[in-house]
């Protein structure tokens, strides 16, 4: 209140901003503040610190957003994204520090690419890194950094080529002549192989409407930045991923909105048992009784009763934020042509009926004990 005081006084006409201190929820910043004039609230949008997962995984948290964010304008008033990217991993070197990264990061091995000329120049000390030389000090709680010259970036994402299913795993290795995807994360460019264009325009797409148009506005994270396009918005729209913020964006997220009539959320095969029980047991409210029912189930028995748990559940809680995890026992699909139609004549006359390809997709975040990706501030 101080705070607002002082900039009034002093500013009258200025905005007085505050960050949601990483709690971005309407029980923290519902009718705060209310009939101040000319007050916002600043919130940090990251999927680069979110588990591993499909393309569908990224799109469908990305849509999330905006009812997060509608919701908070109507309870608190305007809402500005402070800081987003376009990371769905978090390779970018020192992106959590000089040489340094957070414990367990990245999740996945980095692609690797030459490190770039010192932009200042080249009498920089030490710049570009030494090719002769492997990672050096000082060593920070994690690795990020260049080694032999080369500094991690991003990785690639693979098309349907690579990955079949669509369940974020690369299914067809014997396809790939130029090393291995999984350890290195570069695919190289191939447009046969490489589908990061084609996810990065999906995923903006979905995000500028979230930031853009329900929200009072954004700051891409950052304007420039070396070797990687995801956080630079120079870079990222001069290889086309930006739309137009201003644009026609309302469809960007009408399948993803469309929920349980496009997708079906299904248990992931080939786990252990016990990641199914855990996960079932959280749809069910530890339910003794149901829980002691799932220990009698085994193999294709138990797989084909978490479906039908998880499917349940997400279907039923998908409009209020729910979403398709289960501490990773579960994962999203599309919906068959005749399963969208079914559901449509279940949900009523007035259902709109809307089938997709059955490309598999993966896990959003969710399930008992779901955390909110990190923010790099």
């Known amino acids: ?41 600043d ?10 997962g499909p393309r569908l995984k990224f799109y469908v948290d990305a849509c999330q957003a905006k009812n997060k964010i509608a919701l908070l304008e109507r ?53 570009p890194p030494d090719k002769s030389k492997p990672y050096r000090g000082p060593f920070g709680t994690g690795v990020s950094g260049p080694i032999y010259g080369y500094c991690p970036v991003d990785r690639d994402w693979p098309s349907p080529v690579l990955d079949s299913d669509g369940d974020g795993i690369i299914d067809r290795l014997d396809l790939l002549k130029n090393g291995d ?78 929920g349980s009539q496009t997708f079906n959320c299904v248990a992931r095969p080939g786990l252990p048992d016990k ?6 047991a959280y749809c069910v409210g530890y339910d003794k009784d149901a829980m002691a ?7 294709t028995t138990l797989v084909a009763k978490a479906t039908e748990i998880f499917s349940d559940f997400w279907a039923r809680n998908v409009v209020s934020g729910a979403t398709c995890d289960f501490g990773g026992a579960a994962l999203l699909v599309y919906r068959e042509p005749a399963d969208a139609v ?10 709109e009926a809307s089938g997709a390809d059955p490309i598999g997709a993966g896990p959003a975040d969710a399930g008992p004990a779901d955390a909110g990706p990190a923010d790099a501030g």
Not at 43 to 52: F, G, K, L, R, S
Request: negative net charge.
């Open 1 to 41: 209140w101080r705070g607002y005081k002082i900039v009034k006084a002093r500013a009258p006409t200025w905005r007085f901003v505050m960050h949601d201190a990483f709690r971005f929820t309407a029980d923290a910043w519902g009718g705060f503040m209310a009939g101040c004039p000319d007050i916002a609230l």
């Open 43 to 52: 919130t940090h949008v990251y999927q680069a610190w979110a588990d591993p």
């Open 181 to 258: 995807p999984i350890s290195t994360g570069n695919l190289g460019g191939d447009p046969a192989f490489d589908d990061t264009d084609a996810v990065m325009r999906e995923l903006a797409a979905k995000k500028l409407l979230a930031f853009g148009q329900v929200a009072h506005g954004f700051f891409f994270w950052n304007f420039r930045t070396e070797l990687e396009p995801h956080w630079s918005w120079l870079d990222a729209h001069e290889r086309g991923w930006l739309p137009d913020a201003r644009g026609d964006l309302a469809d960007a997220c009408k399948a993803e909105d469309s």
């Open 342 to 351: 079914e559901v449509a004549d279940e949900a009523g006359p007035g259902a």
């Open 75 to 127: 309870s608190f008033g305007p809402v500005v994204v402070g800081e987003w990217s376009l990371a769905t991993d978090n390779c970018a070197m020192w992106l959590n520090g000089l040489n340094d990264n957070l414990p367990g990061f990245p999740k996945l091995p980095c692609k690797f690419i030459p490190c770039a000329e010192p932009y200042m120049g080249s009498h920089q000390p030490g710049a």
């Open 293 to 299: 029912s799932y220990e009698a189930l085994e193999n």
């Open 275 to 280: 990641t199914y029980r855990d996960g079932m």
